[in-house]
């Protein structure tokens, strides 16, 4: 783990520790909304580096893989050299979280691959054990919002018990199989419906969008544009292997 310098300062009593102080997080910055992440980690108090270089990857403590277009991050990821040593890294064991595009691009398999030109398929990072469809909540509505049960956020729970995720979905992928050892945290329900902006076409069955194995964990959804802070801060504890 890198330690800044000011982390090893004392703090000014009465300043609170924030979840991220003393963390360099990466941010897959090819392509997507990674501004919008990284964002979202300084204000948990880690150090953002965007990662557009293998070099960038040395010294991080975890990376995040952005919502955008997941074609698109595969063949910048492939052009830039990125790949490969990022498929390392994840092996060796380093945190990553990746939302929307970022879980299909950690998904072993895409049930419906895009392919180029040359009819060759997208690839991913892989290191989850999923299969995601792309696209997955219906053509006719681009996106959806609704909110969620989400499991592992009971560092935030309050009398009234954890508040639900409100999730902004943006032709998101769903999850259509887990491995062993892929725990399940978040599903949207058919009944959740009833509550949503926008009906998702779910096909009657409760459809898998949170999902986490080992130091890998994956959204369908967007925390990073609501203002949610919550899953971040779950992988922050991640991280620090306190979740
Ligand atoms: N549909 C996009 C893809 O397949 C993901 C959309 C998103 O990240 N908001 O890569």
Redesign the pocket.
Known sequence: MTNSLSSALPRPAGVAEKPGSGLRIGVLALQ?DFREHLRAVETAGAAGVGVRRPAELEGLDGLIIP?????AIDKLARAFDLAEPLQQRIADGLPVYGS??GM?LLAHDIADPAADLAGNPQQTFGGLDITVR??AFGRQRESFETDLDFKGLEFSATEQGVAPVHAVF????WVERVGPGVEVLAQVEPADQEHASHAADLQGTARIVAVRSGQLLATSF?PEVTGEKRVHELFIRMIRGEA
């Open positions: 997507g919502g955008g277009e997941s074609t929307c595009a299909i792309r696209n943006i032709r998101g992928p967007h």
